[in-house]
């Protein structure tokens, strides 16, 4: 069974840094491109970016307004997925869950972490 | 960045009826490389994570009723369900993954008349 879970959520301040966790099983990590998407409180989605398996480079994509401020890494040999977030802002508070990609589709779903952005 | 705008904002079907919701793209989502569109749709319930329903507009994913359809292509699509039953009350998202960013509809919300 695929299971995904987040941690690491909580209170920040404006310009604050959070770092996020994702913990995966159940599938084989190492080939999977891995999502952080987000969800602002009564709001849809919006996809924050992915990082690509090894095999295709292991490289990152972000949305427009995180670029810069909040990066994507992975570790194969713990099968855990980070968001380091920085420079927060406001409009940043959201559940954020940890998702799998599937050819840019997306086909599971953690439960998600609130994150407060707020003084 | 491609738009996805779904329509309407909100749905009331009576238990039973067809339900249908619009999602459009400001550009096409049609892959030329393998001619599939590149559309997804969610089905999100008060409290839990999005559930994926179809991929590649029309192909269900494991375990979804079959009253669930996708259809359309390049820019028009939709997402039908054939007869209401009263667990699909929730809000459904289109997703295109043709370009990064991928994007998502606003959301319909959908409930029972």
């Known amino acids: 069974e695929v299971q995904l879970v987040e941690s690491g959520g909580g209170l920040v301040k404006p310009g604050g840094s959070l770092r996020l966790s994702c913990a995966a099983s159940g599938f084989t990590f190492t080939n999977a491109w891995m999502s952080w998407i987000r969800q602002a409180p009564g709001k849809g989605l919006e996809w924050v970016g992915h990082i690509k398996s090894k095999t295709h480079g292991g490289t990152t994509d972000y949305v427009g307004p995180v670029k810069g401020r909040f990066t994507i890494s992975r570790d194969d040999s713990k099968n855990t997925v980070d968001l380091q977030m920085s420079s927060m802002e406001t409009e940043d508070t959201a559940v954020y869950f940890c998702?799998?990609?599937?050819?840019?589709?997306?086909?599971?779903w953690g439960r998600g972490t609130l994150v407060i952005v707020s003084s | 960045d491609i738009v996805m705008t779904q329509s309407p904002d909100s749905l009331a079907v009576s238990l039973g009826e067809r339900a249908t919701i619009n999602c459009k793209s400001s550009q096409s989502v049609l892959s030329r490389s393998n001619n599939k569109n590149q559309l997804a749709w969610y089905q999100q319930k008060p409290g839990q994570p999005p559930k994926p329903l179809i991929y590649w507009a029309s192909t269900r994913e494991s375990g979804v009723p079959d009253r669930f359809s996708g259809s359309g292509s390049g820019t028009d699509f939709t997402l039908t369900i054939s007869s209401l039953q009263a667990e699909d009350v929730a809000v459904y998202y289109c997703q295109q993954y043709y370009n990064i960013p991928y994007t998502f509809g606003q959301g319909t919300k959908l409930e029972i008349k």
């Open positions: 998702v799998t990609e599937y050819y840019g589709a997306f086909n599971f």
